[in-house]
Each structure stands twice: as structure tokens, then as C-alpha cells.
């Protein structure tokens, strides 16, 4: 990865990144992964974006609630579709715009779709995971509280923390064996 270069999209740092380091260091309420006995459901979507066609590249940002680095997604609003919803998250997340296209899998099983929240609320999450490729240079984010940074990453290169469910759907991608429903 180029850090610093016209490629990579880093999120400006000021306060909001020292206070999310001091958080993180000192162990505060964070979200973490495999929990159990879900309270609620909610639909999300999540993308494998490539840099290009055909690169090996994919597109990743670090989440600041708890410095893990993750496929941009997020949960649907009401009244929008998920392609509505995969395009929202990712330019909101990331600055970019994309040309989305097929469906790599749908995933809810609870044994490792289930995420405890900074508020203590267990919820399982139905995602809806797209390929996509990123279009023309970024713009600005459209949420700046959810991204430390943003970049692309070789597929087999993946930074640490990483999200580990994301790992099945970046496989699922590369697979290209169908839509996997996991």
C-alpha cells in the first residue's frame, strides 16, 4: 500500500482520531465480534469494491469505534432498496461512488453474525455482500466519524485488525462459485 499517495483516501485526523487512539488504548466499550444471544435483526450490505476490473486490489477502511479495518457497508434505512444502500454506505464510508454488480452472498447465520455494539446490544445482522468497482477519484466523506482510514489492499494482504467475518465474504468473492447464503 502507498500511504500518503493520490490513491489513498485518508480521513483528515484532528481530534476525532486522538480521541478514538486514547479510546481504544484504554480498553472503553467497543464493538466486538461473535457474540451471542442477539436482542435484534437488522439488514445491512457490505461490498467487495476493487480498485479496478480485474485488480487485485480491494477497497478497506478503518472503523473508529474499534480500529479494525472492514469492506465498507453498513445497515439499510427504511424505504431504500439494497443497491440504494450498498452505493449510499460505500460513499458515505469512503468518498467513492461505484459501479456495483453481482450479489457475492447473503449472510445471517447467528454463530458469527452476531456483533455486540458499544451500547451493549447484541444484534444479528442479515448482510447482502455485492462486487463493485470504484469509479473516477474520491469525494468527500459522508460520515468521518466511522473512518480513521481508507484505502485499497491487495486481497492477500489484508491489515490487521481485520473484521473476521469479512474474510468469508472477500473469499466468497474471489470463489465466484454463485451467490453463497451463509
Given at each position: 500500500?502507498?500511504?500518503?499517495?493520490?490513491?489513498?483516501?485518508?480521513?483528515?485526523?484532528?481530534?476525532?482520531?486522538?480521541r478514538?487512539?486514547?479510546?481504544?488504548a484504554?480498553?472503553?466499550?467497543?464493538?466486538?465480534?461473535?457474540?451471542?444471544d442477539p436482542?435484534?435483526?437488522?439488514?445491512?450490505?457490505?461490498?467487495?469494491?476493487?480498485?479496478?476490473?480485474g485488480?487485485?486490489?480491494?477497497l478497506?477502511?478503518?472503523?473508529?469505534?474499534?480500529?479494525h479495518?472492514?469492506l465498507?457497508?453498513?445497515r439499510?434505512?427504511?424505504?431504500e432498496?439494497?443497491?440504494?444502500a450498498?452505493?449510499?454506505?460505500?460513499?458515505?464510508?469512503?468518498?467513492?461512488e461505484v459501479?456495483l454488480?453481482?450479489?457475492?452472498?447473503?449472510y445471517?447465520?447467528?454463530?458469527?453474525?452476531?456483533v455486540?455494539?458499544?451500547?451493549?446490544?447484541?444484534?444479528q445482522?442479515?448482510?447482502?455482500c455485492?462486487?463493485?468497482?470504484?469509479v473516477?477519484?474520491?469525494?468527500?466523506?459522508?460520515?468521518?466519524?466511522?473512518?480513521?482510514?481508507?484505502g485499497?489492499?491487495?486481497?492477500?494482504?489484508l491489515?490487521?485488525?481485520?473484521?473476521?467475518?469479512?474474510?468469508?465474504?472477500?473469499?466468497?468473492?474471489?470463489?465466484?462459485?454463485?451467490?453463497?447464503?451463509?
Amino acid at each position: 500500500r502507498e500511504t500518503g499517495s493520490h490513491e489513498d483516501h485518508e480521513v483528515p485526523r484532528g481530534g476525532l482520531a486522538a480521541r478514538d487512539a486514547a479510546r481504544l488504548a484504554c480498553g472503553e466499550a467497543m464493538t466486538t465480534y461473535f457474540a451471542s444471544d442477539p436482542e435484534e435483526l437488522q439488514a445491512s450490505v457490505s461490498a467487495v469494491v476493487w480498485r479496478a476490473p480485474g485488480s487485485a486490489e480491494i477497497l478497506l477502511l478503518r472503523r473508529s469505534d474499534n480500529g479494525h479495518w472492514c469492506l465498507p457497508g453498513g445497515r439499510m434505512e427504511p424505504g431504500e432498496s439494497v443497491v440504494d444502500a450498498a452505493r449510499r454506505e460505500i460513499r458515505e464510508e469512503t468518498g467513492f461512488e461505484v459501479s456495483l454488480g453481482r450479489l457475492v452472498g447473503v449472510y445471517s447465520d447467528p454463530s458469527f453474525m452476531v456483533v455486540r455494539r458499544e451500547d451493549g446490544r447484541r444484534v444479528q445482522y442479515l448482510n447482502l455482500c455485492f462486487e463493485a468497482h470504484a469509479v473516477g477519484t474520491p469525494g468527500p466523506l459522508g460520515t468521518p466519524e466511522e473512518a480513521l482510514e481508507v484505502g485499497f489492499f491487495a486481497h492477500d494482504a489484508l491489515p490487521e485488525p481485520f473484521v473476521p467475518v469479512h474474510h468469508v465474504r472477500i473469499r466468497d468473492a474471489l470463489e465466484r462459485a454463485g451467490v453463497q447464503v451463509r
